[in-house]
């Protein structure tokens, strides 16, 4: 059966977590990266050996990091994952701050390249770094032109900089070629910047060329990841801190109370999920390229003024808006950089005219007028009726 239809919506409005109660009860939420699937059986195993067995206390030894290093090889070819060089961490983004502290200084220069992860601008200003965008490309990939200006401003007077690079790219799903991910490794090093890689969307690679690890190309680099996104696991608090060779003594310099945060119960689910998920991960892929077609097939018969550019990557659609007219109308209320609220732009016309609630392009800093993110991880009946409601937008 395919993942994404085996529960009911009946079934998924039991559910207690945020995608599901910020809304009213009429809203199809299609907004945060959550997907609507049952948990992988080998996950599902394991979590319940452990509370059967007691097994809920502190994280200790498990082959997490070998895990990971072993899906990479497997999924991507690459033996250049060190479990040595590694560290456990509460999450992807907890594990950015902590990787972005071991490489500058406070005051320091990050630079990011929008529309991108909200959460990128609050982590950031949170740990006393400035914040500098070099907007992705009117190709929706990354600018080198931009990147290299910035970069320049970023470290005038001899500062430290960083750049934090998400791959693949959310929300535009963009895949980073080997070839740019070289010449953003050599424009890095050559203008003195250390970047930080955010990997999650990792192994939701759906098709072309497959995901280049940030670190086969960047030694003195440093790449978070998790298998939260790919097992939709976001409540199960784990994540991996890897460095490359040239940045082992960064990484040496994390403090211990970094790597006590993740959750036992989390770091033992991941584990099972690169072990032995890989069928299932398959299955969820192989639902997510049917989802992405269908998204392309209702929006051209109900919304063909919406433009957008079929993600390779991700469980996540960039939908522009423009053509419907909608961001004069709404934008008394706009959203806060970095905050997906949806009471703002096309996402509040979607909420208040079509009871649908996407993420707010906005939030996801310059590119984002006029845009919402969906995610298309669900079932092909809610993605259906959400795509037929947002066409009442325009009526």
């Known amino acids: 059966m395919d993942p994404f239809d085996a529960l009911t919506l009946e079934q998924l409005r039991t559910r207690q977590s945020i995608k599901w109660?910020?809304?009213?009860?009429?809203?199809l939420p299609l907004w945060v990266a959550e997907m609507d699937v049952r948990l992988a059986d080998p996950v599902r195993e394991v979590l319940e050996r452990a509370v059967r067995d007691g097994d809920t206390g502190y994280p200790g030894a498990t082959p997490y990091a070998e895990a990971l290093a072993?899906?990479?090889?497997?999924?991507?070819?690459?033996?250049?994952?060190?479990?040595?060089?590694?560290?456990?961490?509460?999450?992807?983004?907890?594990?950015?701050?902590?990787?972005?502290?071991?490489?500058?200084?406070?005051?320091?220069?990050?630079?990011?390249?929008?529309?991108?992860?909200?959460?990128?601008?609050?982590?950031?200003?949170?740990?006393?770094?400035?914040?500098?965008?070099?907007?992705?490309?009117?190709?929706?990939?990354?600018?080198?032109?931009?990147l290299a200006e910035?970069?320049?401003?970023?470290?005038?007077?001899?500062?430290?900089?960083?750049?934090?690079?998400?791959?693949?790219?959310?929300?535009?799903?963009?895949?980073?070629?080997?070839?740019?991910?070289?010449?953003?490794?050599?424009?890095?090093?050559?203008?003195?910047?250390?970047?930080?890689?955010?990997?999650?969307?990792?192994?939701?690679?759906?098709?072309?060329?497959g995901f280049v690890p940030w670190l086969s190309v960047d030694p003195a680099g440093l790449a978070v990841t998790s298998a939260s996104k790919a097992w939709n696991l976001a409540g199960l608090k784990a994540a991996?801190?890897?460095?490359?060779?040239?940045?082992a003594d960064a990484l040496a310099r994390l403090p211990e109370v970094a790597t006590q945060r993740p959750s036992h119960l989390g770091v033992l689910g991941h584990t099972a999920a690169l072990q032995h998920g890989g069928p299932w991960l398959d299955d969820v892929l192989v639902?997510?390229?049917?989802?992405?077609?269908?998204?392309?097939?209702?929006?051209?018969?109900?919304?063909?003024?919406?433009?957008?550019?079929?993600?390779?990557?991700?469980?996540?659609?960039?939908?522009?808006?423009?053509?419907?007219?909608?961001?004069?109308?709404?934008a008394d209320t706009p959203a806060p950089r970095g905050v997906m609220n949806a009471d703002a732009g096309p996402a509040r016309a979607f909420l208040e005219r079509s009871r649908v609630g996407l993420a707010a392009g906005t939030a996801f800093g310059v590119g984002g007028l006029d845009h919402v993110r969906l995610t298309l991880a669900t079932s092909t009946e809610v993605l259906t009726e959400a795509v037929t409601r947002m066409a009442r937008v325009s009526g």
Not at 84 to 113: K, W
Not at 240 to 247: K, M, R, S, T
């Open 240 to 247: 991996v801190l890897v460095a490359g060779p040239d940045a």
């Open 70 to 146: 072993a899906f990479a090889e497997r999924r991507w070819g690459w033996s250049g994952l060190d479990p040595a060089r590694t560290a456990l961490v509460a999450d992807v983004m907890t594990g950015v701050a902590e990787a972005v502290r071991l490489v500058t200084v406070p005051g320091s220069t990050v630079v990011v390249s929008p529309p991108v992860y909200p959460p990128f601008f609050g982590y950031l200003e949170d740990v006393g770094r400035e914040v500098l965008e070099a907007p992705l490309g009117a190709d929706g990939r990354l600018d080198l032109d931009a």
């Open 287 to 330: 639902a997510l390229r049917a989802r992405r077609d269908l998204l392309g097939t209702l929006l051209a018969e109900h919304l063909p003024q919406v433009g957008w550019t079929p993600p390779r990557a991700t469980f996540l659609a960039w939908l522009d808006c423009s053509g419907l007219g909608l961001t004069g109308v709404y």
């Open 21 to 27: 109660h910020r809304f009213d009860a009429d809203v």
């Open 150 to 209: 910035a970069f320049a401003r970023a470290t005038a007077g001899g500062r430290g900089a960083a750049y934090l690079l998400c791959s693949p790219h959310n929300p535009t799903g963009v895949v980073h070629t080997a070839a740019e991910l070289t010449a953003l490794a050599d424009l890095a090093r050559t203008s003195g910047v250390r970047v930080v890689a955010d990997e999650i969307h990792a192994p939701l690679v759906l098709d072309g060329p």
